[in-house]
Each structure stands twice: as structure tokens, then as C-alpha cells.
């Protein structure tokens, strides 16, 4: 059974960086497509970004493009959400998602991490 562990969140200031993780077990990551989504408070859960299996093809809400940059390290494991000038609307929880040779993210992946909370306020 794949699992799934987020890590990286914190407080950080306007106009800063993070950069979250998404360390997958039990499994060879390179067979999966991962996704970050994040869901603010009183919103409904959005596909931040997605990188897939085969290709390594990187995707992009439109409000992140440009400042976040998402990377993985099949060695590790590891899945990465480079987060740069960060803006108070980032602020949410964001969870890591993956799915075998799935050909994009979606909001129905077949593993979910528990999320990592991520505070942009000065």
C-alpha cells in the first residue's frame, strides 16, 4: 500500500519561499504521476500542479505559474513544490496525490498524504 507524507509547511512572509515534500513509500515512484492540490479555508479543494509518470510533463494552475516549480527525485522518492513569492491567498493546506501511470492530476487520485499547512501573513 502506497503512502504518502507532505512536509515543509509553516508561517512565512509575503513575498517569501517554501519549498513542501512529498516523500511516497512502498512503491517506485517513477511509475506515478503526482499532483499538489490545496484546499484554503471555506474553498473547495484546487490542482495546484502535476507532474506525470512517463514524461515527467509539468502542469500549472494559472495562479501559481511563475512562482512555483514542481520536481521529483525518483532515487528519493520524493516529490517537490518549490513555493517563491509567496502571496497570503497561497495561504492553505496542501496535499500530494498519486496514481499509477494516471495521464493527469485529477481530484479523484487513488493515494492522498495527510497535508501540510502553509500560512503566507505578515
Known amino acids: 500500500q502506497l503512502t504518502l507524507v507532505e512536509s515543509g509547511g509553516g508561517l512565512v512572509q509575503p513575498g517569501g519561499s517554501l519549498r513542501l515534500s512529498c516523500a511516497v513509500s512502498k512503491v517506485t515512484l517513477d511509475y506515478y504521476t503526482v499532483g499538489w492540490f490545496r484546499q484554503a479555508p471555506g474553498k473547495e479543494r484546487e490542482g495546484v500542479s502535476c507532474?506525470?509518470?512517463?514524461?515527467?510533463?509539468?502542469t500549472y494552475v494559472d495562479s501559481v505559474k511563475g512562482r512555483f516549480t514542481i520536481s521529483r527525485d525518483n532515487a528519493k522518492n520524493t516529490v517537490y513544490l518549490q513555493m517563491n513569492s509567496l502571496k497570503p491567498e497561497d495561504t492553505a493546506v496542501y496535499f500530494c496525490?498519486?496514481?499509477?501511470?494516471?495521464?493527469?492530476?485529477?481530484?479523484?487520485?487513488?493515494?492522498w498524504g495527510r497535508g501540510t499547512l502553509v500560512t503566507v501573513s505578515s
Open positions: 496525490a498519486a496514481e499509477r501511470f494516471a495521464t493527469t492530476c485529477h481530484d479523484a487520485m487513488d493515494y
Open positions: 507532474i506525470s509518470s512517463s514524461s515527467g510533463r509539468t
